[in-house]
Antibody, heavy 121, light 113 residues
């Protein structure tokens, strides 16, 4: 049973940084690419980033490239999203998800419940 | 970037009737080397994470009722729900994974008439 639990969200001032985590269990984490997807209040889903199973390839949405960094620790079965220079438009529920086809760069398949980030002064 | 455009933005359908949601991509998401369309569909209900319905445009995820079907190729895709049930009320999204950055459609809100 795949289980993904995001954490690290909260209320943060503009310009500050935050690191989100996603603890994975129930599957061979090191065999799968992983995604971050967000949904801002009143908006639709936005794909944010993905990382390959081995951490050697990372890809980002244009809106976050240069400010967000996706990473993973396969020894700890944990995915991360480092968010720097937070902006009001980064306020959203952030979901982690497994890749649907294995190593990475396919569809998000299993999703966590999400963690809420609110950027406000 | 590939832009995904869904239509309509919202629709209301009577219980037991058919709902149809279209998705158009700004670039073909068909990969000829493996004859696959890199297109997925998701359902999101209030307070829940998205749920995968289809991948490769028409491959149904395990556990998804066969009232749901996905079709299309290239740049034009359709999600069809027949015999609409109350539990189908949700926002539906198409998603391309043909190239990075991956992108979602803006979503279609489905309600009961």
């Amino acid at each position: 049973q795949v289980h993904l639990v995001e954490s690290g969200g909260g209320v943060v001032q503009p310009g500050r940084s935050l690191r989100l985590s996603c603890a994975a269990s129930g599957f061979m984490f090191s065999d799968y690419g992983m995604h971050w997807v967000r949904r801002a209040p009143g908006k639709g889903l936005e794909w944010v980033a993905l990382i390959w199973y081995d951490g050697h390839n990372e890809y980002y949405a244009d809106s976050v490239r240069g400010r967000f960094t996706i990473s993973r620790d396969n020894s700890q079965n944990t995915l991360y999203l480092q968010i720097n220079s937070l902006r009001a438009e980064d306020s959203a529920t952030y979901y982690c998800a497994t890749d649907g086809y294995g190593s990475g760069s396919y569809w998000p398949r299993f999703w966590g419940q999400g963690t809420v980030v609110t950027v406000s002064s | 970037d590939i832009v995904m455009t869904q239509s309509p933005d919202s629709l209301a359908v009577s219980l037991g009737e058919r709902a149809t949601i279209d998705c158009k991509s700004s670039h073909s998401v068909f990969y000829s080397s493996n004859n696959k369309n890199y297109l997925a569909w998701f359902q999101q209900k209030p307070g829940q994470p998205p749920k995968l319905l289809f991948y490769w445009a028409s491959t149904r995820e395990s556990g998804v009722p066969d009232r749901f079907s996905g079709s299309g190729s290239g740049t034009d895709f359709t999600l069809t729900i027949t015999n609409l049930q109350a539990e189908d009320v949700a926002i539906y999204y198409c998603h391309q994974y043909y190239t990075t950055p991956h992108t979602f459609g803006q979503g279609t809100k489905l309600e009961i008439k």
